[in-house]
Antibody
Framework: QVQLVQSGAEVKKPGASMKVSCKAS????????INWVRQATGQGLEWMGW????????GYAQKFQGRVTMTRNTSISTAYMELSSLRSEDTAVYYC?????????????????WGKGTTVTVSS | QSVLTQPPSVSAAPGQKVTISCSGS????????VSWYQQLPGTAPKLLIY???KRPSGIPDRFSGSKSGTSATLGITGLQTGDEADYYC???????????FGTGTKVTVL
């Protein structure tokens, strides 16, 4: 079955960096964009950016530009999201999610498969 | 500060119907497809509706979506206790060049 398996929970100090992985299975990894979405406790969903696993092209939300980097390793069907200069406000659950469909080189904004989430706690 | 506005909460008795609105602008809902997600407590979001009104396989037809102008609506009929969750709308915003989500709506089954 199609699934995304994320890495485990992390605890980080302010100023450090985090890197979450998202391993895809059950479909052709390079055929669909991977999005990253985060959710602080009790808050709504916040989109961070997308990555095309085939080309490596990325697009980041303005809020995270300069601090976030999305990469992939196609040989192991795994996407990565790295966030630097962490602060307490970055404490959240981080999700990866696959685009529902792609046509003509563009993927839908809808996301049909989500990872279970990775909890990241930033605390001194 | 989301660009898509939803009511904080809606409620109804079992078997009844609820509708959740999602208000945006011409740069997002007005010119792009809308999707809807259900998030049960402690779980990842689940896609309910994509491309305004299409349901992925396995989603019951109790869930429906529609769009008119710069607003979209999610309808849930035959409300069940298992429908108690947070619901989010989402779309692409052409001005921001970003995917955006609504503020979220908590559905309570009375």
């Amino acid at each position: 079955q199609v699934q995304l398996v994320q890495s485990g929970a992390e605890v980080k100090k302010p100023g450090a960096s985090m890197k979450v992985s998202c391993k895809a299975s059950g479909y052709t990894f390079t055929s669909y964009d991977i999005n990253w979405v985060r959710q602080a406790t009790g808050q709504g969903l916040e989109w961070m950016g997308w990555m095309n696993p085939n080309s490596g092209n990325t697009g980041y939300a303005q809020k995270f530009q300069g601090r976030v980097t999305m990469t992939r390793n196609t040989s192991i069907s795994t996407a990565y999201m790295e966030l630097s200069s962490l602060r307490s406000e970055d404490t959240a659950v981080y999700y990866c999610a696959k685009a529902r469909y792609c046509t003509g080189g563009t993927c839908s904004s809808s996301m049909d498969v989500w990872g279970k989430g990775t909890t990241v706690t930033v605390s001194s | 500060q989301s660009v898509l506005t939803q009511p904080p909460s809606v409620s109804a008795a079992p078997g009844q119907k609820v509708t959740i609105s999602c208000s945006g602008s011409s740069s997002n809902i007005g010119n792009n497809y809308v999707s809807w997600y259900q998030q049960l407590p402690g779980t990842a979001p689940k896609l309910l509706i994509y491309d305004n009104n299409k349901r992925p396989s396995g989603i019951p037809d109790r869930f429906s979506g529609s769009k008119s102008g710069t607003s979209a609506t999610l309808g849930i009929t035959g409300l069940q206790t298992g429908d108690e969750a947070d619901y989010y709308c989402g779309t692409w915003d052409s001005s921001l060049s970003a995917r955006v989500f609504g503020t979220g709506t908590k559905v309570t089954v009375l």
